[in-house]
């Protein structure tokens, strides 16, 4: 499988963005999915999981009524959404795939086999 992020860019606070992650080759309904982020100089956090059915998500409190996190099988795409953006959101971010089976997301970055490239996200005041 392989992942593609876009979507990124300079933004504004109290902006909106949606970044998209198209996935290629192999399986993808069947896999658990995330979105994780890496501002310069911190370690990489989970920001956005979904599980393979879209039946739950999972969000971290720097992002939770701010994102939201779908997916749609058929274009074989995840998006992540989020609104009121602020400056401590500026990093890049990372969609990640399990192995497919695996349905269920992990919030743990050792969980997801598959990374796409990464997108960076600038908020700036």
């Known amino acids: 499988v392989q992942l593609q992020a876009s979507g990124g860019g300079v933004l504004q606070t109290g902006d909106s963005l949606k970044l998209s992650c198209a996935a290629s080759?192999?399986?993808?309904?069947?896999?658990?999915m995330a979105w994780f982020r890496q501002a310069l100089g911190k370690e990489r956090e989970i920001v956005a999981a979904?599980?393979?059915?879209?039946?739950?998500?999972f969000y971290a409190d720097s992002v939770k009524g701010r994102a939201t996190i779908s997916r749609d099988d058929a274009k074989r795409t995840v998006y992540l959404e989020m609104n009121g953006l602020k400056s401590e959101d500026t990093a890049v971010y990372f969609c990640?795939?399990?192995?497919?089976?695996?349905?269920?997301?992990?919030?743990?970055?050792?969980?997801?086999?598959?990374w796409g490239q990464g997108t960076q996200v600038t908020v700036s005041s």
């Open positions: 979904i599980n393979w059915s879209a039946g739950a998500t």
């Open positions: 990640a795939a399990r192995r497919p089976g695996l349905r269920l997301y992990s919030l743990y970055e050792s969980g997801y086999e598959y």
């Open positions: 080759g192999g399986t993808f309904n069947d896999a658990g």
